[in-house]
């Protein structure tokens, strides 16, 4: 099967500019998140999507960051302004649905804010 | 108490040796603890997991070990490999829940 599709793989912005990120996650699996990994550490989750309803975007700078999953397939993770700490690979992952622990996580897009 | 502790943070091992990479976890509500590797420029992909009812699980040359009471879990690589050289990450989750909870990743060099 097809694995997790991102877009861009890298972006390089100025700070207070704002960015786009798509992610098309593995057909029929209902649930898609995205992380943030900043270099040199683990994956944090940032939003968490059940078809296009939101399950936990309790980490999610809200005041900078949307996501949206329309139709329940593909989803945008939006910054806007971005600043100089945003730089971080964002990862985009999908599951066939709750208590499906098979995550399979795109290759991401690496964001650099300077 | 949602944190996941992992040590060390970079290990060199002889190819044909052993290594191991150590993780501890405070939050008792975490019932499956996956293990992740990355290489570079890709996304982390599941390599073994376990669920807590057992102290052991073992898929080929990987092996988790688990002490529920120290709240503590391993991963061991024998005969370890270059092809192994990569960035470790252990996870937990908890009960009826998704999101992941990482570490902090180790990164294994194998040596010829």
């Known amino acids: 099967e097809a694995g997790v599709a991102q877009s861009p793989r890298y972006k390089i912005i100025e700070k207070r500019q704002s960015v786009a990120f798509w992610c098309n996650p593995i057909s029929g699996h209902a649930t898609l998140y995205w992380y943030q990994q900043i270099l040199g550490q683990g994956p944090k989750l940032l939003i968490q999507?059940?078809?296009?309803?939101?399950?936990?975007d309790s980490q999610l700078p809200k005041d900078r960051f949307s996501a949206e999953r329309l139709k329940g397939v593909d989803s945008t993770l939006k910054i806007q302004p971005a600043k100089l700490e945003d730089s971080a690979v964002y990862l985009c992952?999908?599951?066939?649905?709750?208590?499906?622990?098979?995550?399979?996580f795109g290759s991401g897009t690496r964001l650099t804010v300077v | 108490q949602q944190q996941v502790k992992q040590s060390p943070q970079s290990l060199i091992v002889q190819k044909g040796g052993i290594s191991i990479i150590n993780c501890a976890y405070e939050?008792?509500?975490?019932?499956?603890f996956p293990w992740y590797q990355q290489f570079p420029g890709k996304g982390p992909a599941l390599l073994i997991a376990i669920r807590p009812d057992v102290s052991e699980k073992k898929e080929g040359r990987f092996t988790i070990s688990f002490n529920k009471s120290a709240k503590q879990f391993s991963l061991h690589i024998m005969d370890s490999q270059p092809g192994d050289s990569a960035t470790y990450f252990c996870?937990?989750?908890?009960?009826?829940?998704?999101?992941?909870?990482f570490g902090t990743g180790t990164q294994l060099k194998v040596e010829l």
């Open positions: 996870a937990a989750t908890p009960g009826g829940g998704n999101k992941l909870t």
């Open positions: 999507f059940q078809n296009n309803g939101v399950v936990d």
């Open positions: 939050n008792t509500a975490f019932d499956y």
């Open positions: 992952a999908s599951s066939t649905g709750p208590g499906r622990y098979g995550y399979t």
